[in-house]
Structure formats: C-alpha cells, structure tokens
C-alpha cells in the first residue's frame, strides 16, 4: 500500500469520473452540468499523465492532457456564452424549462 | 428562488477545511521536494538508502492527502444542491488535481493545470453563476428516482472500474524517474504534435469569435 502506483491514480481517476457522471445525470443546473464535465475532463487528464509517468516513459501522455485543458478551457468559454443566451431567452437556467422544441 | 442558504457556514466545516489546507500546506514543500528528488538518486544507489525509502514514504503520504481532497471534493460536486458551493468544491478538485500532477513529476503540465484551469476555466464558471441566477443560491432538486437510477449507474460503473483496475496486469511498471524538461514538450508541439497545435490554434480563434457573436448584446434593427 506504501507504493504508490499506476493502479491508485487509475483508481482515483475512475472516482472522479464516476463523480462527473453522476453530477451530470442528476443536476439540473446548466452549469452544474458543465461542472460535471469538468470533472470528467481531469479524470481523463489525471489518467493520461499516470500513464505517461508509470507506462511508457514518453510524453505522449502529458501532450494529450495539454490539448484536454485547452479543448476544456475553450468548451467552457463557448458553454457559457449558450447558457447566458439560454437564460436572456427563457429566464431560468433550470435544462428542463428548454422544451420549445418539445412538438 | 429563495435565498435559503445564506445563513453563516458552520463551525466544524470552517475548521475542517482549515485543517485540510495546514496539513496540505505542511506536508506538501518537503514532501515534493523529496518525492522529486528521489528521481537522480535511485537509479545509482542501492534499494537500502534512507534517501529513497523516505521519498517513497512520503509520496506515499503526500497520495493519500491529496488525492483524499481529490475524492472528498468531487464528492462535494455531487452531494452540494448549491451552485456556488460546487464550484468552490470543482476549485478544490482542480488544485489537488494539479498537485498530483507536480507529484507525477509532471511540472509544466502541473502549472498550466493551474493557471488555465484555475485561474480560467473556474472563473468562466463562477461567471456563468453570477450570469445566469438571479440570486446565487438556486436549487433545483432533483426526483428520487433520478438519484436513485443515477446513483446506481455510477456506483455500479465505480465498482466495476475499480475491480477491473485493480486486478489487471499492467506489466512493467517503473515510474519514469526524473520527469521531463519543458523543453521537450516545447520540441514535440513543434515536431510531432504540429499538426494538433496548428488546429487547437485555429479552433481558439473560432472559439473567440463564436463566444463573442453569442454573448453580444441584442442590437434593435
């Protein structure tokens, strides 16, 4: 137990997944949404570096989580400019108010 | 829309949270730079040497904090009905995400975790908050059968995950010791990894542009 392995970031990794999925699923705030995926997103990251660190001995890993934080950083910026418009539109931020599509 | 929640936090979680940074805060300066020194050495010295053996105790210690608040936070995500209090909770979750990176001797990586995902996309959200509320405490609750089906999904897949992980042979496993410089991701991202820079460039361009034309006030004809 006292020799911290790819094992125990794999598996702090699943737990911050599964975290992000349950937030996603159950929250009905547009930006605890995005909170979820947020979560998602680190996982994966912390995932791909353990990788890099414990497997290969290559960068490849750490490369792919650069690219994850800057496809995060610009899929935050894009999700809330929709959620401000969501919101000018139908005042409220609640997911299950945008139905107008809803024949 | 009531503001239910704007009573004073309570004392023991002040306190609790406040110990959790004085121990992360004590632990975390000599720990790393024991953790990360341990990389030149191992590979010339015998398994016996204190050096080493203690590096690997306290990385060992420094895991189990940090990725303690990783767990304790992301659960905060899920279990806080209050917006706000979510992402303070994604702020602790991001942080200890970019500790563990400075522990897997990933510095560079452990940095930008820092300054774009803390310093940016955390406060894009709290944007998003202060936006899209009237008052920052509203709630919306969920349906039990939502928590119920949900919990039960995520709960099995986490099981399922876990027991995969821990049973499967990874093979060799030897931590590269002494990390990279920065230098080498800067080679990579101009020789192997061209093509993707050139398209994260190109998509933060549309990016700006497609944020900027959405979030532009409405202008009468």
Redesign the interface.
Known sequence: MLTIGLTHYLILAAFMFCCGLYVMTIKRNAVGILIGVELILNAASLNLVAFSRYKTGLLDGQIVALFVIVLAAAEAAIAIAIFVNYYNNLATIDVDRGDSLNG | MEDSRQGPVPAFRLTLGAMLCAAVLVLAAPGLALAQADGGATATETAANPPAQAA??W??VL?YIV?GT??LT??G??LSTN?VR??TC?FG??GA?AI??FL???N??GA??LI??VG??LI??I???M???KSPW?K?N?RPV??L???A???L??AG??VA??G?D??R????PD??EVA??GW??LTT?LV?FEL?SV??LA??I??AY??RPERGE
């Not at chain 2, 496993?173 to 590269?176: A, G, I, K």
Request: net charge negative; proline share 4%.
């Open positions: 690997s105790v990385e060992a895991f990725g990783v767990a992301a659960l995500c899920v917006i979510m992402a994604l979750t991001l995400v563990l990176y897997m001797a990933a560079f990586l930008i975790q774009v995902y940016g996309t894009v959200i944007f998003g908050v936006l899209t509320s509203v919306f969920p939502e928590l089906a949900g919990g999904v995520c709960g897949l986490f995950l876990a992980m821990w499967a990874w093979g496993l030897t931590p590269n990390g990279f080498h991701i990579s991202l990894y993707p994260a998509l933060l990016v700006m497609g944020a959405l979030a």
